[in-house]
């Protein structure tokens, strides 16, 4: 696989590099020119005062910004995070007129951990926006075929859990076993189990997946401030809950949880690269955002992800998860290295715009991701397995089927990750 990437995305890291930020900012906006951008151009570096990219804001060009002009807008010791486009440095000062305690960015960060709200002035310069981990667009165009490659590139390892029981599948392979009807409820075509679960924690034999065959569903959604997210689902048959006070609960039919590579575009002597920043995990109800280079990766570009045993939550590292405090237990996810699943190996590669639809990247576009929900004529599903049965201290005995991932904020949002 090394050989074969190395092949693809051909790089030439600059030794020296001497070049105008007006040569900069012109490949910055011959990007936002491009085809594949949904958005407005923006300056090159943004601050924020709210975490993650929230609050007031401020744009920058190249050139020192002292403590009148920061105040004026965002305001003095009140950035929180920072976007920072390929080719600049952002050294941000604890002091005005460039004193003090520093910090240097050169990428994205969702929040300034150990410079939140100390910045009094900053001084943007112009770098190489090349760095060990850009990779060109191959063949330089936005084809299907060099897109698909691009997701194949950064699909996930995912490792499952020793001793997990219900592994993935294609949402295909359950369909044999659920009837697509009008939940009352929602007044929209959702799955159920074509056999009663009685009891609730009947366990039907389809629930255990079938990963020899198991795509994982990615998709490529080009978002605001040329940025593009890479956004892997994982579909299981199956979500094993916990176990509170001897009750099982939150068990639910269908199961769809994600991981999330941010990656950075831009345009350098007339070539499209793509720059990996952020890698967000996706558990449960919330997610986690990391650096790119906080992570575990396989030959470079592979993210490593762990599935909790069960729960399917995903995790950068191994180890028990306390996910939630309730007043008489806390919910754990287990996670560690128990089967291996490289999902480059099968793909189902789609192309998203938010806020509309989808196509597919050299494979078909299924109808269940389709968003009609109330079409008798389609097969597209709100959500994808039984309705929610009673609670238990405020847990759901029994919990509805998820949406799918067309109705996700990672898939629908021009912005934010999750």
């Known amino acids: 696989m090394m050989n074969i990437f190395k092949r693809w995305f051909p790089i030439t890291l600059v030794a020296s590099f001497a070049v105008s930020s007006l040569a900069i900012q012109s490949d910055w906006a011959n990007a936002a020119d491009s085809d594949s951008l949904i958005a407005a151009v923006h300056a090159p570096v943004t601050v924020y005062d709210s975490s993650p990219y929230g609050g007031a804001q401020q744009e920058f060009y190249v050139g020192d910004h002292d403590w009148a002009e920061l105040n004026s807008g965002v305001g003095n010791d009140k950035v929180s995070s920072i976007r920072v486009a390929p080719g600049y440095k952002v050294t941000l000062f604890n002091d005005a007129n460039f004193k003090g305690a520093s910090k240097v960015v050169t990428q994205d960060l969702i929040f300034i951990d150990d410079f939140n709200d100390k910045a009094s002035s900053l001084r943007i310069e112009a ?40 592994f993935p599948s294609s949402v295909e392979f359950t369909f044999p076993y659920v009837d697509r009807y009008v939940n009352p409820n929602s007044g929209k075509y959702e799955f159920k189990t074509k056999q009663t679960l009685d009891p609730l924690t009947l366990k039907l034999p389809y629930f255990t997946g079938d990963l020899a065959n198991a795509p994982i569903y990615s998709f490529w959604i080009d978002k605001d401030y040329n940025n593009v997210d890479f956004v892997y689902f994982q579909f299981t048959p199956y979500d094993l809950g916990k176990n509170v006070l001897g009750t099982e609960v939150g068990d639910h039919v269908g199961d769809w949880e994600r991981v999330t590579v941010r990656l950075a575009k831009f345009v350098y002597n007339g070539v499209n690269y793509f720059k990996p920043v952020q890698m967000l995990y996706g558990s449960h109800s919330f997610s986690t955002t990391y650096r790119w280079d906080e992570i575990s990766k396989i030959n470079g570009t592979h993210p490593v992800a762990y599935s909790a045993e069960g729960s399917h939550g995903m995790w950068k590292d191994q180890g028990n998860h306390v996910y939630q405090e309730l007043v008489v237990a806390q919910l754990v996810d287990v996670a560690n290295q128990g089967t291996a699943w490289d999902t480059w190996n099968n793909i189902q590669a789609f192309q998203y715009y938010p806020n509309q639809t989808g196509r597919g990247l050299g494979n078909a576009w299924p109808t269940w991701l389709d968003k009609d929900y109330n079409n008798p004529n389609s097969y597209s599903v709100w959500r994808f397995g039984n309705p929610q049965v009673g609670t238990f201290f405020g847990q759901p005995l029994f919990a509805e089927g998820p949406s799918g991932p067309q109705e996700k904020t990672s898939l629908i949002s021009d912005t934010l990750m999750d």
């Open 127 to 166: 770098i190489s926006p090349l760095d060990s981990t850009s990779v060109a667009l191959p063949n330089n165009s936005y084809s299907d075929e060099s897109m698909r490659k691009l997701l194949q590139a950064f699909a996930p390892r995912i490792w499952f859990a020793q001793g997990e029981k219900y």
